[in-house]
């Protein structure tokens, strides 16, 4: 219940927030258009609306890290956090309260690049249901991280902190750069990471290729948990006791 | 029962010692003024007894309970102002007092009629709407206070809770605090002797993290051997040749 009031809370602060509602949902979506725009006048296959779709809304999703690290560093820094410590509020309370505005706000980001895909020509089924879903985990691999540099960094260092994460999630998620073309250290590190794995499960799943998109939607929820836990970790160490 | 007892209260940060066994008894219902020079250990004491910061070693108990081992029935009897102006921004005055009033349990309508109480009583009725970044620093320290008050705890903290208010709030925040007293444990940390002499049933004063003096305003001019507490706390606190 408590973690539903602190949750409303943190709700508010972030669509109150026009600058994170552009970050989260436009900017992504200009994107998804500019490519799109590029893919008409000069067809490139990593621009077909069945790899950028999918993959522009797996990286709007790299925006969550920076808005949920400002808002933790936000309350730290303005003691606001230290209020709400002395307050009955359980370590649930607080993860659950930080965490779930932010599932809300990644299903949303999600959907709606999704629905610009399909003015798009991205063909109307039901994978694309399956595709939000399995881009889930992802979601709250960055819900993770962002949590655990609000904890740990001022809100200015999670800006920088993010912009690198939002950068690298970028170039070595193959979402623009067609990984498999650049192969050697490059495709072996994009690998090792769980930037390029939540793309292309959810253009598996997108495509209707089930088979192909377990194998990497294990790398997105095995990471998820790692930095999840240490979130979680980090969070009771540092923010409750 | 006192509501707050400390038993060798100590904090080190480092090889600095914040807090040095502090041992204090504060009664139910006393308004007790912890005075001290900046960097004495007041935000420290108020910081470990609201469970924000462990101690290195000691105890103390709120209302019976230790905040080493119950912190959490600690937490349902206290609340807090901190030092900094402590508000949710984007949340207007209403929305920061109903949040405070459902995290300590009330429903949504109980905290409704809660800030409508709290918002009048301190002044607040006419910018309820309005988000509380566009207050004036006073304005959102007086809401500050009043998101401390909202729960009526049984021991409430306030940490120098009339630092840049103006006369008038100042008086009617105090006016609201006198509503209280008695029902309510009142633990202050103020830079104003006046208002710790006017207001406060005893004063304690800490000195490099020691508890130098004890007593009511007059005993503490007595034990000093002046006739006002700004040269008592200038006595006692050793900070009078420096300035």
């Known amino acids: 219940m408590k973690a539903l009031v602190f949750a409303g809370r943190n709700t508010k602060e972030l669509l109150r927030d026009p600058l994170s509602l552009l970050f989260m949902i436009g900017l992504p979506l200009v994107m998804l258009f500019v490519f799109s725009a590029i893919n008409s006048s000069v067809p490139v296959a990593q621009f077909d609306i069945g790899r950028i779709g999918p993959g522009i809304a797996m990286f709007s999703l790299t925006f969550i890290s920076l808005f949920s690290g400002m808002l933790l560093a936000g309350d730290r820094e303005s003691s606001f956090l230290a209020r709400l410590r002395a307050a009955p509020l359980t370590a649930f309370d607080f993860l659950a309260g930080y965490t779930w505005p932010l599932l809300g706000v990644a299903l949303v980001q999600t959907a709606t690049c999704f629905v610009a895909a399909f003015t798009l020509g991205l063909p109307v089924t039901w994978n694309v249901l399956l595709a939000i879903v399995v881009l889930l985990p992802v979601a709250v691999f960055f819900i993770g991280c962002g949590l655990l540099m609000g904890a740990l960094f001022t809100a200015n260092q999670v800006g920088g902190s993010s912009a690198l994460l939002i950068n690298v999630a970028g170039f070595l998620g193959g979402i623009w750069l067609p990984l498999q073309l650049i192969g050697g250290g490059f495709k072996a590190v994009a690998d090792a990471l769980p930037f390029s794995h939540p793309v292309e499960a959810a253009q598996a799943a997108t495509a209707g290729d089930f088979a192909s998109i377990m194998p990497h939607l294990a790398w997105c929820i095995g990471y998820a948990v790692m930095v999840f836990a240490i979130a979680v970790l980090v969070f009771r160490r540092k923010i409750t006791r | ?243």
């Not at chain 2, 709290?118 to 206070?145: E, F, I, P, T, Y």
């Not at chain 2, 710790?196 to 034990?223: F, K, S, W, Y």
């Open chain 2, 1 to 243: 029962m006192a509501a707050i007892q400390t038993i060798n209260l100590t904090k080190d940060f480092k090889s600095r010692r914040a807090v040095d066994a502090l041992s204090l008894s504060v009664d139910e219902g006393e308004v007790f003024a912890l005075l001290g020079a900046n960097g004495a250990g007041k935000t420290t004491v108020i910081k470990m007894l609201c469970c924000l910061l462990m101690p290195t070693s000691g105890d103390a108990l709120i209302l019976g309970n230790s905040i080493l081992t119950e912190p959490g029935a600690v937490k349902r009897t206290i609340n807090l102002s901190p030092q900094e102006t402590a508000v949710a921004l984007k949340l207007s005055v209403a929305e920061n007092l109903e949040l405070m009033a459902r995290l300590y349990g009330e429903t949504k309508t109980e905290a409704r009629l809660s800030a409508k109480l709290m918002m009048a009583a301190l002044h607040l009725s006419d910018r309820a709407n309005d988000r509380s970044k566009s207050l004036s620093g006073g304005m959102q320290r007086r809401l500050s206070v009043a998101m401390a008050l909202i729960s009526r705890p049984r021991v409430v903290f306030l940490d120098e809770p009339t630092l840049g208010l103006d006369v008038g709030t100042r008086r009617a925040l105090w006016r609201a605090l006198n509503d209280i007293k008695g029902d309510t444990t009142i633990i202050l940390t103020t830079h104003y002797l006046e208002e710790a002499q006017a207001h406060a049933d005893r004063i304690g004063i800490m000195r490099d993290g020691r508890l130098v003096a004890l007593g009511t305003a007059a005993e503490l001019q007595l034990t000093a051997g002046v006739d006002t507490l700004e040269d008592a706390f200038l006595a006692l606190t050793g900070t009078g040749d420096e300035r």
